[in-house]
Protein backbone atom coordinates (compact mmCIF):
# COMPACT_ATOMS: atom_id res chain seq x y z
CA UNK A 1 0.00 0.00 0.00
CA UNK A 2 1.56 3.51 -1.09
CA UNK A 3 0.56 6.46 1.71
CA UNK A 4 0.80 9.68 1.26
CA UNK A 5 0.09 12.49 4.15
CA UNK A 6 -0.71 16.10 3.79
CA UNK A 7 -0.75 18.87 6.13
CA UNK A 8 -1.91 22.53 5.85
CA UNK A 9 -1.27 24.46 8.39
CA UNK A 10 -1.76 28.52 9.28
CA UNK A 11 -1.66 30.73 12.29
CA UNK A 12 -5.68 30.04 12.42
CA UNK A 13 -5.68 26.32 11.98
CA UNK A 14 -4.51 23.26 10.15
CA UNK A 15 -5.98 20.31 8.40
CA UNK A 16 -4.38 16.72 7.89
CA UNK A 17 -5.59 13.75 5.37
CA UNK A 18 -3.95 11.10 3.79
CA UNK A 19 -4.30 9.12 0.31
CA UNK A 20 -3.41 5.51 -0.06
CA UNK A 21 -4.02 2.94 -3.00
CA UNK A 22 -2.03 -0.50 -3.87
CA UNK A 23 -0.85 1.39 -6.94
CA UNK A 24 1.98 3.81 -6.58
CA UNK A 25 1.18 5.91 -9.59
CA UNK A 26 -2.22 6.52 -8.71
CA UNK A 27 -0.50 8.36 -5.34
CA UNK A 28 2.10 10.61 -7.15
CA UNK A 29 -0.62 11.39 -9.64
CA UNK A 30 -2.76 12.79 -6.85
CA UNK A 31 -0.09 14.23 -4.92
CA UNK A 32 1.35 16.32 -7.59
CA UNK A 33 -2.04 17.78 -8.95
CA UNK A 34 -2.85 18.66 -5.26
CA UNK A 35 0.65 20.20 -4.53
CA UNK A 36 -0.02 21.90 -8.05
CA UNK A 37 -2.81 23.79 -6.74
CA UNK A 38 -0.96 26.10 -4.36
CA UNK A 39 1.87 28.05 -6.30
CA UNK A 40 4.38 29.16 -3.42
CA UNK A 41 7.58 29.23 -2.48
CA UNK A 42 10.27 27.52 -0.39
CA UNK A 43 11.20 30.04 2.12
CA UNK A 44 13.96 27.82 4.39
CA UNK A 45 16.90 26.99 1.98
CA UNK A 46 17.75 23.63 2.91
CA UNK A 47 13.74 22.44 3.05
CA UNK A 48 12.11 22.12 0.02
CA UNK A 49 9.47 20.41 1.60
CA UNK A 50 7.67 23.17 3.08
CA UNK A 51 5.87 25.47 0.10
CA UNK A 52 4.45 28.86 1.88
CA UNK A 53 1.44 30.33 0.01
CA UNK A 54 -0.66 32.89 -0.15
CA UNK A 55 -4.48 32.84 -0.28
CA UNK A 56 -6.39 34.41 -3.12
CA UNK A 57 -9.74 33.76 -4.59
CA UNK A 58 -8.32 32.03 -7.87
CA UNK A 59 -6.65 29.65 -5.14
CA UNK A 60 -9.99 29.14 -3.48
CA UNK A 61 -11.84 28.38 -6.14
CA UNK A 62 -9.30 25.89 -7.74
CA UNK A 63 -9.37 24.04 -3.98
CA UNK A 64 -12.89 23.72 -4.67
CA UNK A 65 -13.38 22.15 -8.45
CA UNK A 66 -10.09 19.69 -7.46
CA UNK A 67 -12.40 18.56 -4.20
CA UNK A 68 -15.34 18.31 -6.15
CA UNK A 69 -13.21 15.56 -7.78
CA UNK A 70 -12.02 13.91 -5.04
CA UNK A 71 -14.15 13.90 -2.64
CA UNK A 72 -15.80 10.84 -2.60
CA UNK A 73 -12.59 8.98 -2.13
CA UNK A 74 -10.88 11.13 0.00
CA UNK A 75 -14.02 12.34 2.52
CA UNK A 76 -11.67 13.91 4.32
CA UNK A 77 -10.53 16.05 1.46
CA UNK A 78 -13.32 18.50 2.43
CA UNK A 79 -11.39 19.78 5.14
CA UNK A 80 -8.93 20.99 2.71
CA UNK A 81 -11.52 23.74 1.49
CA UNK A 82 -12.89 24.52 5.33
CA UNK A 83 -9.12 25.29 5.90
CA UNK A 84 -8.73 27.70 3.06
CA UNK A 85 -12.21 28.79 3.08
CA UNK A 86 -11.31 30.35 6.71
CA UNK A 87 -8.44 32.28 5.54
CA UNK A 88 -8.57 35.63 4.60
CA UNK A 89 -7.38 37.00 1.24
CA UNK A 90 -3.51 37.72 1.57
CA UNK A 91 -3.21 35.15 4.66
CA UNK A 92 0.12 32.70 4.30
CA UNK A 93 -0.29 29.20 4.64
CA UNK A 94 2.25 26.28 4.68
CA UNK A 95 1.36 23.11 2.92
CA UNK A 96 3.60 20.29 3.85
CA UNK A 97 3.60 16.43 2.14
CA UNK A 98 3.88 14.38 5.53
CA UNK A 99 2.59 14.75 9.25
CA UNK A 100 3.23 17.31 11.46
CA UNK A 101 3.77 15.68 14.49
CA UNK A 102 6.97 17.36 16.17
CA UNK A 103 5.02 20.30 18.63
CA UNK A 104 8.51 22.17 18.13
CA UNK A 105 8.40 22.17 14.59
CA UNK A 106 4.53 23.18 14.56
CA UNK A 107 5.58 26.12 16.66
CA UNK A 108 8.89 27.50 13.99
CA UNK A 109 6.48 26.86 11.13
CA UNK A 110 3.56 28.97 12.68
CA UNK A 111 6.48 31.75 13.49
CA UNK A 112 7.51 31.64 10.04
CA UNK A 113 3.98 32.39 8.66
CA UNK A 114 3.53 35.42 11.47
CA UNK A 115 6.89 36.75 10.17
CA UNK A 116 5.75 36.74 6.77
CA UNK A 117 2.22 38.44 7.59
CA UNK A 118 3.81 40.96 9.97
CA UNK A 119 6.75 41.48 8.17
CA UNK A 120 9.22 40.63 10.60
CA UNK A 121 12.31 39.00 10.94
CA UNK A 122 11.78 34.97 11.27
CA UNK A 123 15.00 34.33 13.17
CA UNK A 124 14.23 37.12 15.49
CA UNK A 125 10.63 35.89 16.16
CA UNK A 126 11.80 32.60 16.21
CA UNK A 127 14.42 33.09 18.78
CA UNK A 128 12.37 34.92 21.11
CA UNK A 129 9.90 31.91 20.99
CA UNK A 130 12.46 29.69 21.73
CA UNK A 131 13.42 30.92 24.62
CA UNK A 132 9.65 31.23 25.72
CA UNK A 133 8.62 28.22 24.75
CA UNK A 134 11.82 25.72 24.08
CA UNK A 135 12.20 23.62 27.25
CA UNK A 136 8.63 23.56 27.41
CA UNK A 137 7.77 21.98 23.74
CA UNK A 138 11.22 19.56 24.36
CA UNK A 139 9.15 18.34 27.43
CA UNK A 140 5.35 18.33 27.07
CA UNK A 141 2.64 17.11 24.04
CA UNK A 142 -0.23 19.99 23.45
CA UNK A 143 -3.29 18.81 22.26
CA UNK A 144 -6.18 21.74 21.86
CA UNK A 145 -10.08 21.13 21.51
CA UNK A 146 -12.75 23.20 20.80
CA UNK A 147 -11.89 25.07 17.51
CA UNK A 148 -12.57 22.04 15.45
CA UNK A 149 -15.83 19.39 15.39
CA UNK A 150 -14.57 16.41 17.30
CA UNK A 151 -16.59 13.13 18.48
CA UNK A 152 -13.75 11.37 21.06
CA UNK A 153 -13.04 8.00 22.23
CA UNK A 154 -15.02 4.85 20.58
CA UNK A 155 -17.23 4.99 17.79
CA UNK A 156 -18.60 1.84 18.09
CA UNK A 157 -21.29 1.71 20.60
CA UNK A 158 -21.36 -1.54 21.85
CA UNK A 159 -17.68 -1.27 22.55
CA UNK A 160 -17.85 1.71 24.42
CA UNK A 161 -15.86 1.74 28.46
CA UNK A 162 -17.34 4.91 30.67
CA UNK A 163 -14.20 6.81 31.23
CA UNK A 164 -15.77 7.89 34.66
CA UNK A 165 -17.40 5.07 36.05
CA UNK A 166 -15.76 2.11 34.01
CA UNK A 167 -18.64 0.02 33.33
CA UNK A 168 -19.29 -1.42 29.00
CA UNK A 169 -22.20 -0.89 27.34
CA UNK A 170 -23.35 -4.41 29.18
CA UNK A 171 -23.84 -2.42 32.08
CA UNK A 172 -24.53 0.87 31.40
CA UNK A 173 -25.84 2.51 28.54
CA UNK A 174 -24.55 5.31 25.82
CA UNK A 175 -27.81 6.95 24.54
CA UNK A 176 -27.41 10.50 25.16
CA UNK A 177 -24.98 13.12 23.61
CA UNK A 178 -22.41 14.17 26.42
CA UNK A 179 -20.11 17.12 25.57
CA UNK A 180 -16.60 17.27 26.63
CA UNK A 181 -17.24 20.72 27.76
CA UNK A 182 -20.60 21.45 29.35
CA UNK A 183 -23.11 22.87 26.71
CA UNK A 184 -24.31 25.93 28.49
CA UNK A 185 -20.92 27.04 28.29
CA UNK A 186 -21.40 27.21 24.28
CA UNK A 187 -19.84 23.80 23.15
CA UNK A 188 -21.05 22.81 20.16
CA UNK A 189 -17.91 20.99 18.90
CA UNK A 190 -16.87 18.56 21.39
CA UNK A 191 -18.52 15.57 22.22
CA UNK A 192 -17.48 12.65 24.35
CA UNK A 193 -18.42 9.33 23.23
CA UNK A 194 -17.09 7.70 26.71
CA UNK A 195 -19.24 8.97 29.16
CA UNK A 196 -22.60 7.34 30.01
CA UNK A 197 -26.34 8.37 30.82
CA UNK A 198 -25.89 8.01 34.19
CA UNK A 199 -22.18 9.72 34.62
CA UNK A 200 -23.76 12.26 32.05
CA UNK A 201 -26.87 12.96 34.52
CA UNK A 202 -24.55 12.91 37.78
CA UNK A 203 -22.16 14.90 36.90
CA UNK A 204 -24.98 17.21 34.77
CA UNK A 205 -26.30 18.18 38.44
CA UNK A 206 -23.62 18.30 40.29
CA UNK A 207 -19.96 19.43 39.29
CA UNK A 208 -21.14 21.06 35.94
CA UNK A 209 -23.94 22.75 37.80
CA UNK A 210 -21.77 23.86 39.96
CA UNK A 211 -19.63 25.49 37.22
CA UNK A 212 -22.51 27.10 34.79
CA UNK A 213 -23.43 28.82 37.98
CA UNK A 214 -19.96 29.61 38.46
CA UNK A 215 -20.35 31.29 35.05
CA UNK A 216 -23.60 32.74 34.94
CA UNK A 217 -22.97 36.19 35.21
CA UNK A 218 -20.45 35.72 32.12
CA UNK A 219 -23.33 33.63 30.21
CA UNK A 220 -25.87 36.27 30.37
CA UNK A 221 -23.62 39.26 29.94
CA UNK A 222 -22.40 37.55 26.57
CA UNK A 223 -25.42 35.74 25.34
CA UNK A 224 -23.47 32.37 25.91
CA UNK A 225 -26.38 29.74 25.94
CA UNK A 226 -26.52 26.15 25.75
CA UNK A 227 -29.85 24.13 24.46
CA UNK A 228 -32.29 26.82 26.22
CA UNK A 229 -30.37 30.03 24.53
CA UNK A 230 -29.29 32.15 26.81
CA UNK A 231 -30.83 32.24 29.91
CA UNK A 232 -31.45 34.90 32.63
CA UNK A 233 -29.96 34.87 36.34
CA UNK A 234 -33.18 35.20 38.77
CA UNK A 235 -30.89 35.86 41.99
CA UNK A 236 -31.63 36.21 45.94
CA UNK A 237 -31.93 40.26 45.51
CA UNK A 238 -31.16 40.79 41.58
CA UNK A 239 -32.35 39.81 38.47
CA UNK A 240 -29.89 40.10 35.33
CA UNK A 241 -32.03 39.54 31.87
CA UNK A 242 -31.92 40.21 28.65
CA UNK A 243 -34.95 41.74 27.28
CA UNK A 244 -33.57 42.49 24.61
CA UNK A 245 -31.06 44.49 26.30
CA UNK A 246 -29.27 43.75 29.14
CA UNK A 247 -30.65 44.72 32.06
CA UNK A 248 -29.81 44.79 35.92
CA UNK A 249 -32.51 44.63 38.14
CA UNK A 250 -31.36 45.04 41.74
CA UNK A 251 -33.33 44.73 44.75
CA UNK A 252 -31.84 46.41 48.08
CA UNK A 253 -32.23 44.24 51.27
CA UNK A 254 -32.07 44.76 55.04
CA UNK A 255 -28.91 44.15 55.43
CA UNK A 256 -27.33 46.15 52.71
CA UNK A 257 -25.46 49.09 53.77
CA UNK A 258 -27.30 53.03 53.33
CA UNK A 259 -27.52 54.05 50.73
CA UNK A 260 -25.42 57.45 49.96
CA UNK A 261 -26.87 60.20 47.31
CA UNK A 262 -23.30 61.42 46.75
CA UNK A 263 -21.17 57.89 46.18
CA UNK A 264 -20.14 58.04 42.91
CA UNK A 265 -19.08 54.84 43.30
CA UNK A 266 -21.40 52.18 43.77
CA UNK A 267 -20.78 48.00 44.72
CA UNK A 268 -23.47 45.79 44.34
CA UNK A 269 -23.14 42.02 46.11
CA UNK A 270 -25.41 39.76 43.81
CA UNK A 271 -26.22 36.77 45.65
CA UNK A 272 -27.31 34.09 43.84
CA UNK A 273 -29.93 31.41 45.11
CA UNK A 274 -27.38 28.43 44.14
CA UNK A 275 -24.87 27.58 46.43
CA UNK A 276 -22.18 25.83 44.96
CA UNK A 277 -18.24 24.53 46.11
CA UNK A 278 -14.83 26.04 44.77
CA UNK A 279 -13.41 22.73 44.71
CA UNK A 280 -16.26 21.60 42.48
CA UNK A 281 -14.84 24.40 39.55
CA UNK A 282 -11.66 22.46 39.91
CA UNK A 283 -12.75 19.28 39.32
CA UNK A 284 -15.42 20.23 36.71
CA UNK A 285 -11.99 21.73 34.97
CA UNK A 286 -10.67 18.14 35.54
CA UNK A 287 -13.72 16.83 34.44
CA UNK A 288 -13.43 18.67 30.63
CA UNK A 289 -9.41 17.61 30.30
CA UNK A 290 -10.28 13.99 31.49
CA UNK A 291 -13.24 13.79 29.06
CA UNK A 292 -11.02 15.37 26.02
CA UNK A 293 -7.86 13.72 26.94
CA UNK A 294 -6.50 10.64 24.44
CA UNK A 295 -7.26 7.35 25.56
CA UNK A 296 -4.15 5.82 25.95
CA UNK A 297 -3.10 8.43 28.82
CA UNK A 298 -6.50 7.43 30.82
CA UNK A 299 -4.69 4.56 32.79
CA UNK A 300 -2.43 7.47 34.19
CA UNK A 301 -5.70 8.86 36.14
CA UNK A 302 -6.97 6.01 37.51
CA UNK A 303 -7.34 8.28 41.09
CA UNK A 304 -7.78 11.45 39.52
CA UNK A 305 -11.19 9.52 38.89
CA UNK A 306 -11.92 7.96 42.27
CA UNK A 307 -11.44 11.68 43.30
CA UNK A 308 -13.86 13.43 40.39
CA UNK A 309 -16.20 10.58 41.59
CA UNK A 310 -16.31 11.07 45.92
CA UNK A 311 -14.50 8.03 46.25
CA UNK A 312 -10.88 9.91 47.42
CA UNK A 313 -11.07 13.31 48.97
CA UNK A 314 -8.37 16.05 48.66
CA UNK A 315 -8.36 18.75 51.13
CA UNK A 316 -5.56 20.92 49.38
CA UNK A 317 -4.83 21.24 45.49
CA UNK A 318 -2.53 23.24 43.51
CA UNK A 319 -3.10 26.52 42.69
CA UNK A 320 -5.27 27.24 39.42
CA UNK A 321 -4.54 30.58 37.11
CA UNK A 322 -6.47 33.02 35.80
CA UNK A 323 -5.73 35.52 33.11
CA UNK A 324 -7.80 37.57 30.24
CA UNK A 325 -6.80 37.10 26.49
CA UNK A 326 -9.03 40.04 25.81
CA UNK A 327 -6.93 40.15 22.40
CA UNK A 328 -8.72 36.28 21.75
CA UNK A 329 -12.64 36.19 22.32
CA UNK A 330 -13.84 33.35 22.10
CA UNK A 331 -17.42 31.97 20.78
CA UNK A 332 -16.96 27.99 21.41
CA UNK A 333 -14.59 27.19 25.01
CA UNK A 334 -11.15 24.82 23.88
CA UNK A 335 -9.90 22.92 26.38
CA UNK A 336 -6.01 21.90 26.04
CA UNK A 337 -4.66 18.92 27.55
CA UNK A 338 -0.88 19.33 27.95
CA UNK A 339 0.83 15.92 28.42
CA UNK A 340 4.71 15.55 29.72
CA UNK A 341 6.62 13.42 27.18
CA UNK A 342 9.70 13.59 28.90
CA UNK A 343 10.71 11.22 31.76
CA UNK A 344 11.22 14.14 34.50
CA UNK A 345 8.89 13.15 37.35
CA UNK A 346 9.61 15.80 38.77
CA UNK A 347 7.64 18.10 36.21
CA UNK A 348 3.80 17.72 36.41
CA UNK A 349 2.58 14.59 34.38
CA UNK A 350 -0.83 16.47 32.91
CA UNK A 351 -1.72 20.77 32.81
CA UNK A 352 -4.84 21.39 31.55
CA UNK A 353 -5.88 25.19 29.99
CA UNK A 354 -10.00 26.46 29.70
CA UNK A 355 -10.22 28.95 27.47
CA UNK A 356 -13.94 30.41 27.89
CA UNK A 357 -14.92 33.87 26.53
CA UNK A 358 -11.67 35.66 26.94
CA UNK A 359 -11.11 33.82 30.49
CA UNK A 360 -8.09 31.79 30.50
CA UNK A 361 -7.82 29.17 33.45
CA UNK A 362 -4.56 26.91 34.07
CA UNK A 363 -4.34 23.99 36.18
CA UNK A 364 -2.63 21.05 37.39
CA UNK A 365 -4.47 17.40 37.40
CA UNK A 366 -4.04 16.13 40.77
CA UNK A 367 -3.46 12.66 41.94
CA UNK A 368 -2.01 11.08 38.48
CA UNK A 369 0.15 7.66 39.22
CA UNK A 370 3.54 9.37 37.37
CA UNK A 371 3.78 12.51 39.49
CA UNK A 372 6.46 12.57 42.14
CA UNK A 373 5.25 16.13 43.32
CA UNK A 374 1.80 17.30 44.48
CA UNK A 375 2.66 21.40 43.92
CA UNK A 376 0.85 21.68 47.17
CA UNK A 377 4.42 23.85 48.81
CA UNK A 378 5.49 27.14 47.56
CA UNK A 379 9.05 24.61 46.16
CA UNK A 380 7.09 22.24 44.37
CA UNK A 381 5.06 24.95 43.00
CA UNK A 382 8.39 26.69 41.87
CA UNK A 383 9.46 23.47 39.98
CA UNK A 384 5.98 23.32 38.27
CA UNK A 385 6.41 27.39 37.03
CA UNK A 386 10.40 26.77 36.13
CA UNK A 387 9.23 24.52 33.35
CA UNK A 388 5.71 26.71 32.24
CA UNK A 389 7.84 30.11 32.87
CA UNK A 390 4.87 31.80 30.35
CA UNK A 391 2.90 31.40 33.27
CA UNK A 392 4.91 33.02 35.25
CA UNK A 393 5.24 35.99 32.85
CA UNK A 394 1.32 36.07 32.11
CA UNK A 395 0.73 39.62 32.52
CA UNK A 396 -2.04 39.92 35.21
CA UNK A 397 -2.10 36.35 36.35
CA UNK A 398 -3.72 35.47 39.35
CA UNK A 399 -3.36 32.37 41.39
CA UNK A 400 -6.51 31.09 43.22
CA UNK A 401 -6.92 28.58 45.54
CA UNK A 402 -10.04 26.72 45.09
CA UNK A 403 -9.46 23.86 47.53
CA UNK A 404 -12.54 24.32 49.81
CA UNK A 405 -14.98 21.89 48.89
CA UNK A 406 -17.43 23.07 51.30
CA UNK A 407 -20.62 24.40 49.44
CA UNK A 408 -21.78 28.03 49.91
CA UNK A 409 -24.08 30.61 48.91
CA UNK A 410 -22.49 32.47 45.54
CA UNK A 411 -22.12 35.59 45.12
CA UNK A 412 -20.44 38.06 43.13
CA UNK A 413 -19.30 41.83 43.13
CA UNK A 414 -20.51 44.03 40.16
CA UNK A 415 -19.06 47.98 40.51
CA UNK A 416 -20.53 50.48 38.69
CA UNK A 417 -19.03 53.49 38.07
CA UNK A 418 -20.11 57.19 36.79
CA UNK A 419 -18.76 58.07 33.11
CA UNK A 420 -16.99 61.11 34.69
CA UNK A 421 -15.59 59.50 37.71
CA UNK A 422 -11.90 59.92 38.18
CA UNK A 423 -10.73 56.22 39.44
ZN1 LIG B 1 -20.36 6.12 33.63
Not at 42 to 47: H, L, M, T
Not at 128 to 138: E, H, R, V, Y
Request: hydrophobic share 35%; glycine share 4%; charged share 25%.
Amino acid sequence: MYVQIFTGLSTAGQFGFQVSSDNETNVNGFSSQFISLFPGFCPVDNRPDIFVCQKTAEIELRVSEFIDRYKENVPKIYEVYTFIKRQSNGAFFCILPYELTSQREQVTLVDLLNAFEQNLDFEEVNKLTSQLFGAFLDSYHVFVYGPERARIGEHHRGKRICRFCKKDAMKTSFKKKAHAISEALGNKNVAVLEECDSCNEKFGQTLERDIITYFSFYRTFYGVGGKEGVTSIVGKNFKLCREPELTLKYYKSEDDPEEDDHLEIMNFRLKMHEKLSLQNIYKTLCKFFLSAVRDEFLPHFEETFKWLNGEILQHQLPKVGIWYSFEEFLTQPNILTVIRKSDDQEIPFAVGEFHFLFLRYVFILPCTNTDRFNYLSSDQFEVFLNMFTHYRDMPGMKWLDLSNAEVKPFEFNFRMEPNDSKT
